[in-house]
């Protein structure tokens, strides 16, 4: 089992930054693919960005140049680094864990066994 905890969310200005915190528990973390989802009322949940083991990262292609991942292994913490939001940014924010059961697809939900609770971000213009 992986606990994930999401923190970091709220409410910004258009143009604003934010940085999102996903602290694991649960699982050797230094071993575990990471990935950040979001959702928008109404909408499917999809694929922000993801960090390998390894530390290679993935992005969503619009979102690529606005936002960062990055992990501190020692601290078993994901970070995202959201700058010039805007207001479609508006979602809730969720971190995940890979499945190490399954290859791993970043841009998937399937990918991941176990997800956080979810931060809500909301941007104003």
């Known amino acids: 089992q992986v606990q994930l905890v999401e923190s970091g969310g709220g409410l910004v200005q258009a143009g604003g930054s934010l940085r999102l915190s996903c602290a694991a528990s649960g699982r050797t973390f230094s071993s575990t693919a990471m990935g950040w989802f979001r959702q928008a009322p109404g909408k499917e949940r999809e694929f922000v960005a993801a960090i390998s083991w390894s530390g290679g990262t993935y992005y969503a292609g619009a979102l690529q140049g606005r936002f960062t991942i990055s992990r501190d292994n020692d601290k078993n913490t994901v970070y995202l680094q959201m700058n010039s939001l805007k207001p479609e940014d508006t979602a809730v924010y969720y971190c995940?864990?890979?499945?190490?059961?399954?290859?791993?697809?970043?841009?998937?939900?399937?990918?991941?066994?176990?997800w956080g609770q979810g931060t809500q971000v909301t941007v104003s213009s």
């Open positions: 995940a864990a890979d499945n190490p059961n399954v290859s791993f697809t970043y841009y998937l939900t399937t990918a991941y066994g176990f």
